[in-house]
């Protein structure tokens, strides 16, 4: 049934683990590509797909159908290569606050100038961001890096740099996609990047409530980890939760694959502390609900970074699930498939089974990112299922999890719905594949960048009546605008579903062309999501279900939460932040 | 200002009264032209491009193709047999006529109205629901691919028969093909007659593209068998009117909307609503239009497609019968045994067809920038809701743009400009009270030049240039010749040869009557290429100065004016002024500059033409003091009912409970009823005036309860007597309201009696010429 010759026994198992992020990140990570130094997608001399490095499963393999899925969906050719200038030296020298620094010596937190930790921490991996680098054009980079070790750390350097007048951005996993890490041109002042990734462990355990009190720099792996070993996890897993810290997650109101299981980020924080110029917010106790007027923790999720940092956070844990179960589902088409998601939706308890992915994953231009995995199986489907339109059909992918009788319970029942959409079950291997695959598609958009082809990835939510207007109009606005911009080539325009509520969905775009040929792709990129996102307001999309808003999608806050929303925001941010330390400017 | 608001005052107790008015309507005035200086000094390059785009000289067209041609050459049978596949949407499989109903009643739309229905009447739900699949059932189509070939084949005959070409553009073909493929499409014929819907379905069946299904009304179900057989070629059937019956509303326009949202086939409907009989475009009815859009403004489909058809006859079948339904001979009830009768009509020659299937609009590009989509974000999208201010002016001003753009494409042949020609001389001989007609060469020479100049205007006129004109002349008169005749060489109008003497005076004004809006709806063919111009030249004639700002005041008031009777879009008059002027400042005939328009020397002869060709519309709206009935044409009830319509929109008059009462300080409000043995008479006073003082807007409208009582005497059949003593009671009546100082009513008035029954123009106090004579052998 499969074309790769390997098993995927855990998810997490494929990542070959390393011990926490160093200081200086550009060690073993891109500056300008996503993920580790080590591991990247490029074609050998003999022109076949590999995927290099130790890391993963797939690391160290050939990829067979890739090729032909890049060349025959973006018209990519190998000959046409555009290789990143590699040009570190364009940074401008550091805009230094003297006062500032001495009295940071004093604190004995350690601190960094240096051209490469600044220009790391400039940046996000939006595709225009990610192309700069690549270009060598390197904008407004922080002046100054700092790691504090520990929440007093936190306390003493904003205090400097309220009373300096200094500029913070906290920074994290460095995997924002909404330009919210990029320093305002405007500012003036000396910006000082702070770097939460020393403070990075899991301060307790409480077995008696499940929860644990962990410092706000981990990221998701190590927590993850951290947690196995005692028996626990979180079940909070974001597609980026090798790089993404929980900070992070607190600060854009993140969500992860299993979020039907165990919740997005606001269901999973008991408590949170945060260091603002104003003070240490935090609440008096871990009472699991109050009625205490407005959550105040609702003015820190989904803050961006423009009121404080967070340093310290008690999450739910759970035992590790003792029994785990992948599968997959084949539908006829999308609709059905999206039919079948709002049924389960509806008749599903939510507390023990994960739906994760439905696209036409299996439709070519689509499902190609996924083709070479699945080559074979849509053979075998296309054969043994006549009356599957092959450029039709979709696959949902599965993940149970929790106690046996319960998983296979609910695995049945499952099924039994999918049955009456039309639904095939299609084994869990697939399944299995879908899942890892989240943790390597990333990869693939610096490959696409090796030759001519830009991509990126969006997301929104919307009600269930919606979800296959929106998909439909969105990808057909993407094509259509490509066209209007003198893209050359049929773009990539493809979505899936990937997250269900009662309520609605997320759905997830993914867009992609070929720009040779053109004066400024990125513009034309630029443009093309601008496009995008209008479409999916006026479709009734939200302007992000966990992306966030940054700078990148801020001009459309006030249509989105009202003038008076904005205004509610902003008194907050007044009060709390009066000189703007916090200045990333993200939001509004 | 000021000397004429004291003239005013002297005139007439109510002047102040309408002077506050007068001065509001100055200060809009004022800002609109603000807008217009400012648009005037923007950047020049702007201007300049904007310029070119409206310059009509430069739009492209594409060649017709004669699709007739083929048919005389090949088997009609082999043709309505042969294999048809027509591409659709996105490649959907056909769906059945059963299934789309089912597909209507089980929609969310139809549920929740259902529902609404049964808590607000106490009905049971299965009664309701029953009641929906009654409402669909007389509604839906059932397209037959056998009816379509049964029509392609007799339809093959007819049409060889009846004309000598039908010339479809077969560019126009591809694009409607390439839409139908990639968006639901609409398509929006102008109506002139009831052939319009057949002849769409037979050339899209003899191109192989989709089979539209079409709004028809009604009346055609009165038809049995033919009704029945139009359901099967496609049609579907809606009620005239039917206010707030909600259910109907649902199931109607949820059917229409299944249909297009899943592109089963395209969907065409008629945005005039129903024939225009004075080949006028009428001013477009937005129901449908709002249902068609309705899925890409709600987001269920990607976009819609509008494709603009333009369909000009050379010669209307129902012409006569227009004519005379404008007069007030009642509309014959559309029936079986009617339409073998018009069998009459077969042998007869009527030309040519023209068919332009003009560009596809995308719904999407439309509303770039002018309708926020998210305000449906906050409701279930099957809640109907009544549609918001933004979208209906949207939809209005998309239906103006497109009603423009099947005008644009009409074709024009040269007895459109004959025909302009001679009912300008027509008149020209009534006010001199003699007939003499136009020289051949005269009529010649001056249509030569009408030619160039409509040209110039970017007429689509299909004026063979390979022939000499004279020959175009009298060949175009040839086809027309039950409308002129031609003595000693001289044209004039008159009715046809042949028929038997008129039964007295009455039939004869009535066959001259009949003639003359035979010729009015050839001449309005051409109106939309002359209008903005004509508006124009009218404004510089009734101005006192060359002062722009006035002229443009003026200009503003006609447009505003005569919105119901001519397609203009709302909200563009510096447009319409800006084109008005770019097009004859083009053709030499004025001088424009930032402070001043001028006539040339060259310009008279133009501005002359312009302005008559509007003078027959103005004379409609108003009766000027010491003037006499001139133009025959203002009898047409289509043209009364725009000037109730303006009136009333002005605020001229209001409606009062269904009537339009008095709106005056010195009458009190309310209709004024007046009871006299044989007629009740509710009597209606419609009154407004002009920028310039002198002259007056009055008409005298005489409610439908007159019409009834006078039914037996209409077209002049009854007895003479009795309706001259109700007319003088009348005029009794009249004086005894509207006292002559207040309105100078002794010197003239007007007098409509019904618009539909009956027609008779007489000027008060002191008849004209013509019908003083009359009235004194009477």
């Not at chain 2, 929609?107 to 669909?136: C, K, M, P, W, Y």
């Not at chain 2, 005008?407 to 009534?430: F, I, T």
């Not at chain 2, 000499?468 to 008169?477: A, I, K």
């Not at chain 2, 003078?615 to 000027?624: A, E, N």
Request: glycine share 8%; hydrophobic share 40%; with cysteine.
């Amino acid at each position: 049934m499969s074309c790769l010759n390997f098993n995927v026994s855990h998810v997490l198992s494929q990542l070959n683990l390393c011990q926490y992020l160093p200081f200086h990140r550009q060690e073993i990570m891109k500056w300008n590509g996503w993920g580790y130094s080590d591991s990247r997608f490029l074609f050998n001399k003999k022109g076949q797909a590999e995927f290099t490095g130790k890391r993963y499963k797939l690391s160290g393999m050939i990829i067979p159908g890739l090729k032909e899925w890049f060349e025959g969906t973006f018209g990519a050719n190998l000959q046409h290569k555009s290789p990143p200038i590699l040009n570190s030296s364009a940074v401008r020298p550091p805009t230094l606050n003297e006062a500032f620094v001495e009295e940071l010596k004093s604190t004995g937190v350690p601190f960094s100038h240096d051209a490469e930790d600044r220009v790391f921490r400039a940046y996000g991996h939006c595709v225009h961001e990610i192309f700069a680098l690549r270009e060598g054009r390197i904008g407004r980079v922080p002046d100054l890096v700092v790691w504090p070790n520990c929440h007093n750390d936190v306390v003493k350097i904003v205090e400097l740099a309220c009373k300096h007048n200094v500029c913070l951005i906290p920074y994290g996993g460095g995997t924002s996609v909404s330009s919210a890490l990029e320093c305002p041109s405007e500012e003036t002042r000396s910006i000082v990047s702070l770097d939460t990734s020393q403070m990075n462990r899991i301060l307790w355990i409480d077995e008696k409530n499940l929860t644990a009190h962990v410092e706000a720099g981990i990221v998701g792996q190590d927590l993850e980890r951290l947690l196995n070993e005692s028996g626990y996890c979180t079940g909070h897993e974001p597609d980026s939760m090798e790089f993404s810290s929980l900070g992070g997650w607190v600060a854009t109101r993140a969500s992860g694959m299993k979020k039907n299981i165990y919740g997005n980020i606001e269901d999973l924080v008991v408590h949170i502390k945060m260091v603002t110029p104003r003070g240490v917010i935090e609440k008096s106790c871990q009472g699991p609900r109050m009625s205490t007027g407005p959550d105040v923790h609702h003015f820190i999720l989904g803050s961006e970074g423009t009121l404080g940092v967070v340093t310290e956070v008690t999450m739910k844990i759970r035992p590790m699930p003792e029994y785990q179960k992948y599968g997959s589902v084949v539908f006829p088409n999308f609709e059905q498939g999206v039919a079948c998601l709002r049924e389960v939706a509806k008749q599903v308890t939510p507390d023990f089974y994960l739906i994760f992915s439905s696209g036409h994953a299996l439709k070519p231009q689509v499902s190609s990112i996924f083709t070479s995995f699945l080559d074979g199986l849509k053979k075998i489907y296309i054969t043994k299922f006549k009356g599957f339109d092959p450029n039709r059909l979709c696959v949902a992918t599965l993940l149970f999890e929790g106690n046996r009788e319960k998983v296979l319970q609910h695995e049945k029942q499952v099924y039994d719905i999918a049955a009456k959409f039309g639904g095939l079950a299609a084994g869990e291997d697939n399944g299995q594949r879908g899942y890892m695959l989240t943790f390597v598609i990333a990869y693939l958009r610096d490959l696409g960048m090796d030759y001519y082809v830009m991509g990126e990835s969006f997301e929104t939510s919307v009600p269930w009546d919606r979800v296959l207007d929106i998909c439909q109009n969105v990808k057909a606005r993407i094509v259509h605008e490509c066209k209007e911009r003198g893209v050359q080539f049929t773009p990539l325009s493809t979505c899936r579903v990937t997250q269900t509520y009662d309520a609605g969905a997320c759905v997830y775009f993914y867009f992609g062309f070929n720009y040779r040929g053109l004066s400024d792709p990125v513009h034309v990129y630029e443009q093309v999501e601008h496009a995008a996102r209008e479409e999916i307001l006026a479709n009734g999309g939200s302007l992000s279900h966990h992306h966030g808003v940054g700078k990148l999608r801020k001009e459309w806050m006030s249509e989105t939460v009202s003038n008076v929303g904005i205004g509610m925001l902003k008194s907050v941010k007044d009060y709390v932040d009066p000189n703007n330390i916090f200045g990333n400017r993200n939001l509004f | 200002m000021t000397t004429n608001r004291e003239r005013h005052v002297e005139r007439s107790p109510s002047a102040s009264y309408d002077c506050s008015k007068f001065d509001l309507w100055q200060a809009q005035l004022y800002m609109d032209s603000s807008c217009l200086l400012a648009s005037l000094h923007g950047s020049d390059t702007l201007l300049f491009a904007d310029m070119q785009h409206r310059d009509p000289m430069l739009q492209k067209r594409d060649e017709f193709e004669d699709m007739l041609e083929e048919r005389r050459n090949s088997s009609d049978l082999r043709y309505a047999l042969r294999c048809y596949t027509p591409v659709l949407y996105k490649g959907v499989t056909p769906c059945t006529a059963g299934a789309l109903k089912n597909m209507v009643l089980q929609s969310a739309q139809i549920h929740f109205v259902i529902g609404q229905v049964s808590n607000e009447t106490g009905r049971a739900v299965d009664d309701i629901q029953e009641e929906a699949s009654a409402i669909l059932e007389e509604m839906a189509h059932s397209l037959q691919l056998s009816t379509v070939r049964f029509f392609a084949f007799t339809l093959s005959k007819v049409f060889k028969t009846l004309f000598r070409s039908i010339c479809v553009n077969e560019e126009g073909i591809q694009r409607l093909q390439q839409a139908i493929q990639e968006h639901p499409v609409v398509l929006l014929p102008s109506h002139r007659s009831y052939m319009d819907f057949l002849l769409m379905s037979y050339i899209l069946y003899t191109y192989d593209l989709a089979l539209p299904v079409i709004a028809a009304g009604m009346d055609f179900m009165g038809m049995k068998f033919v009704g029945e057989m139009l359901r099967m070629s496609g049609a579907f059937f809606i009620r005239r009117s039917f206010g707030g019956d909600k259910l109907y509303w649902a199931v109607f326009s949820e059917y229409v909307k299944t249909m297009l949202k899943n592109g089963f086939a395209p969907v065409e409907f008629f945005l005039e609503g129903t024939r225009s009989r004075t080949s006028k475009s009428l001013t477009p009815k937005l129901g449908l239009l709002n249902i068609a859009m309705d899925p890409f403004l709600k987001g269920e489909v990607f976009d819609v497609h509008l494709v603009p058809v333009s369909i000009s006859y050379e010669r209307i079948l129902e012409e006569a019968l227009y004519a005379r339904e404008l007069l007030g001979v009642p509309k014959p009830k559309e029936s079986t045994s009617g339409l073998f009768k018009a069998r009459k009509v077969l042998s007869e020659d009527y030309g040519s067809i023209h068919v332009y299937f003009g560009q596809p609009v995308s719904v999407r590009r439309l509303s770039q920038g002018k309708v926020d989509r998210g305000q449906f974000n906050l409701t279930p999208r099957h809640i109907p809701k009544r549609p918001s201010e933004e979208i209906h002016s949207f939809v209005n001003d998309s239906a103006y743009g497109l009603v423009r753009a099947q005008e644009e494409n009409m074709v024009l042949k040269p007895w459109v400009l004959l025909a302009s020609l001679l009912l300008q001389n027509h008149h020209g001989d009534q006010a001199s009270g003699r007939a003499r007609g136009m020289a051949l060469d005269e009529l010649t020479e001056q249509a030569v030049w009408l030619r160039d100049l409509s040209r110039q205007y970017g007429a689509f006129l299909h004026w063979p240039d390979h022939v000499p004109p004279p020959e175009v002349v009298s060949s175009s008169l040839s086809l027309h010749r039950g409308l002129v005749t031609i003595t000693e060489g001289r044209v004039q109008l008159a009715s046809e040869q042949g028929e038997p003497p008129p039964v007295g005076p009455e039939e004869e004004l009535l066959r001259q009557a009949v003639t003359v809006l035979s010729c009015v709806s050839y001449r309005n063919q051409a109106l939309h290429v002359f209008l903005r111009p004509a508006l124009l030249a009218s404004a510089v004639h009734a101005a006192s100065s060359s002062g722009k700002q006035e002229i443009f005041n003026s200009f503003s008031f006609l447009r505003n004016m005569f919105s119901n009777e001519f397609i203009l879009c709302p909200g563009a008059t510096v447009q319409d002024f800006e084109e008005a002027c770019f097009l004859l400042v083009k053709t030499g005939a004025l001088h424009v500059s930032q402070q001043e328009v001028v006539v040339t020397e060259r310009g008279h002869r133009t501005l002359a033409f312009l302005t008559s060709v509007l003078d027959p519309f103005l004379q409609g709206y108003q009766v000027r003091v010491r003037s006499r009935l001139r133009y025959t044409e203002v009898l047409s009830s289509d043209l009364q009912k725009n000037a109730l319509a303006a009136l009333l929109r002005l605020g001229a008059v209001r409606k009062i409970k269904g009537y339009v009462g008095f709106d005056h300080p010195r009458v009190p409000v309310g209709s004024v009823e007046y009871a006299r043995p044989r007629a009740r008479l509710k009597l209606h006073h419609l009154e407004f005036i002009s920028t310039n003082e002198s002259v007056w807007f009055v008409a005298i409208r005489v409610s439908t309860d007159v019409k009834q009582q006078l039914r037996p005497y209409s077209a002049f059949g009854g007895k003479h007597e009795v309706f001259i003593r109700i007319m003088n009671e009348f005029i009794q009546i009249m004086n005894e309201f509207i006292r002559p100082t207040d309105f100078m009513m002794s010197d003239s008035f007007a007098v409509f009696f019904s618009s539909e029954t009956l027609l008779l123009k007489c000027s008060g106090a002191c008849w004209s010429d013509g019908e003083a004579e009359r009235r004194a052998r009477l």
